[in-house]
């Protein structure tokens, strides 16, 4: 994606807006039900701001670890992978990144171990609500912040956020977690935790749906989640493997028809979305190919396409420009 000028058509300025907006995120949080192309449209958005200028990690914490076959690299294996031209991606077991909330606060290295490999510990890790959540945002505040000297420089990390109902409480784990310590050097952590991921200016957050009953229901559901409990509001809403419009007024037999059906429900969905969503929305086609960079790449060449104009303008005009 080149620099564009406003002066371009109004899906130009549209889109300028959308990756500016997301562009000046610390953090991205891709959230929405299992299954529905999350970690796609991370990978996808990854490429897009990576080729705006901005440094960006895909983080993925998911143990299935799945982005690198998408991107053709090798897997990361805990390091971070150069995919392209400021894109990089980084997976993490979420036990790993516990482990480090251990070590900050442990200096001796003898104690770290056994700490770790104690039953109480791993039983703590698998069952201290927020624990796991509040280790997740805090490697990503490390990873902005330069704390690791030997990765590359990163300016955004997009965080492909682990199955359903994640998203909500990624923002807001950190706090809970603050709010049950109370004080000492871990309230300290979860603490400036919080202040990040909690700040809309600093961590954003993508809602990714199919146009179907369920996924939207939750993706709503998700957003005035988000809005009564924290200070966030989605920055874009992608919705993603619709159909496309099926030939109308010909018998074509039963694949025909399903593809009518189903196409139907993608409109019905829509149009509720329309009536219920405010802000960017992004619309993605279903396409007849495997998960893999071919797959990434044919969605990020109709990714512009897909804004729909509606709801950016809505959401650039509430930003005030
Ligand atoms: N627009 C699309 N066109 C074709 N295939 C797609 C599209 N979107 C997603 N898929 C396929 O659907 C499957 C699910 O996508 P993806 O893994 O990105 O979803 P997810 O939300 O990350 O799932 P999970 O919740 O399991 O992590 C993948 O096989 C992916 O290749
Ligand atoms: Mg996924």
Redesign the pocket.
């Known amino acids: 994606m080149a620099v564009q000028t406003s002066e371009d058509t109004p899906r130009d300025a549209a889109l300028e807006h959308l990756d500016a907006d997301l562009g000046s995120r610390r953090l991205i949080v891709v959230t929405?039900?299992?299954?529905?192309?999350?970690?796609?449209?991370?990978a996808v958005l990854g490429r897009r701001l990576a080729a705006a200028g901005r440094r960006t990690l895909l983080l993925e914490v998911?143990r299935?670890e799945?982005l690198h076959q998408?991107l053709a690299v090798p897997p990361s294996g805990g390091e971070v992978v150069a995919v392209e031209e400021g894109l990089y991606l980084q997976h993490l077991k979420p036990s790993r990144v516990v482990d480090w909330v251990v070590e900050k606060k442990i200096k001796l290295r003898p104690l770290i171990k056994r700490v770790q490999n104690s039953p109480v510990y791993q039983r703590f890790v698998e069952g201290a609500p927020g624990l796991t959540e509040l280790a997740i945002v805090g490697h990503a505040l490390r990873m902005v912040r330069g704390d690791f000297p030997k990765t590359p420089k990163i300016d955004t990390v997009i965080l492909?956020a682990?199955?359903?109902g994640h998203g909500l409480s990624l923002l807001r784990a950190p706090q809970l977690v603050a709010e049950a310590i109370g004080s000492g050097p871990f309230f300290d952590l979860a603490q400036e935790v919080a202040v990040f991921v909690e700040n809309p200016t600093e961590t954003g957050v993508v809602i990714?749906t199919l146009a179907e009953e369920m996924p939207v229901q939750e993706a709503i559901e998700l957003r005035q989640g988000l809005e009564e409990q924290s200070a966030h509001r989605p920055q874009l809403l992608v919705v993603?493997?619709?159909y496309p419009p099926a030939p109308e007024g010909r018998a074509g037999g039963e694949l025909e028809d399903l593809w009518r059906h189903r196409r139907k429900i993608n409109e019905r969905e829509l149009e509720r979305l329309e009536a219920n969503w405010s802000g960017a929305r992004v619309h993605?086609?279903?396409?007849?190919?495997?998960?893999?960079r071919q797959?990434v790449q044919a969605?990020s060449e109709v990714f512009a396409d897909g804004l729909e104009m509606d709801g950016s303008e809505h959401q650039a005009m509430e930003d005030g420009r």
């Open positions: 929405g039900k299992g299954g529905v192309g999350k970690t796609l449209v991370a998911d299935r799945n998408l492909d682990p199955a359903t990714v993603n493997g619709l993605l086609p279903l396409l007849a190919m495997d998960e893999g797959l969605l």
